[in-house]
């Protein structure tokens, strides 16, 4: 499934496309292709494309959610609720 994000929330383990921004193209050797470092994700952001295409199901799944403890679940929990609350 193709998806449209912003470079800025770009991770290691997806798998992108092309550029989705209209503007300018990603080049041959970082398009079609699972980003697989750090360096792969600022070569795009410094091309200014703003958004990309990628497909989710290429993409390596273990990359796409940050992993947090459960004591970081419960502090956004009680913040949530609370924020919630006061609304």
């Given at each position: 499934m193709l998806e449209k994000i912003k470079t800025?929330?770009?991770?290691e383990g997806m798998?992108?496309?092309?550029s989705?921004?209209?503007m300018a193209s990603i080049p041959p050797e970082l398009s079609?292709?699972?980003?697989?470092?750090?360096?792969d994700i600022a070569?795009?952001?410094?091309?200014?494309i703003s958004e990309v295409l990628i497909d989710s199901e290429q993409s390596s799944p273990q990359n796409n959610f940050p992993q947090?403890?459960?004591?970081?679940?419960?502090?956004?929990?009680?913040?949530a609720y609370n924020n919630a609350l006061h609304c």
């Open positions: 800025t929330n770009l991770q798998f992108v496309i092309c989705a921004s209209g079609n292709k699972m980003i697989s470092s750090k360096a070569a795009i952001l410094k091309l200014n947090t403890t459960y004591s970081e679940e419960i502090l956004f929990a009680r913040e």
